[in-house]
């Protein structure tokens, strides 16, 4: 059974920062490309961010590109997202999700089928 769990969510100032984590169980970890994704009220989801299975390659959308850096550690089944210059358009709820397909260029909801439950993440202003 494949168990995606977030943490690291939480309050910040704008300005702030926060450092996502991720654990995968029950699948290749390194098999796998793995993301983020958020979804604020009212609002679709969005890719945030991604990583090929070796690291090697990364997506960021462009609202969070220079701010954000995705990383993973394969020996830990393992994914993070420091999150820098928080906004408070940033405020989400934050997925992990993990695919097998990796795409340079954009983010799709469909091409990852294990989800986590989202930890929230708040920036005040």
């Known amino acids: 059974q494949v168990q995606v769990v977030e943490s690291g969510g939480g309050l910040v100032q704008a300005g702030g920062s926060l450092r996502l984590s991720c654990t995968a169980s029950?699948?290749?970890?390194?098999?796998?490309?793995m993301g983020w994704f958020r979804q604020a009220p009212g609002k679709e989801r969005e890719g945030v961010s991604c990583?090929?299975?070796?690291?090697?390659?990364?997506y960021y959308s462009n609202s969070v590109k220079g701010r954000f850096t995705i990383s993973r550690d394969n020996a830990k089944n393992a994914l993070f997202l420091q999150m820098n210059s928080l906004k408070p358009e940033d405020t989400a709820m934050y997925y992990c999700?993990?695919?097998?397909?990796?795409?340079?260029?954009?983010?799709?909801?469909?091409?990852?089928?294990?989800w986590g439950q989202g930890t929230q993440v708040t920036v005040s202003s």
């Open positions: 029950g699948l290749t970890f390194d098999d796998y490309t």
């Open positions: 990583i090929s299975w070796s690291g090697h390659d990364t």
């Open positions: 999700a993990a695919g097998p397909v990796f795409r340079p260029t954009n983010m799709r909801s469909y091409d990852f089928g294990y």
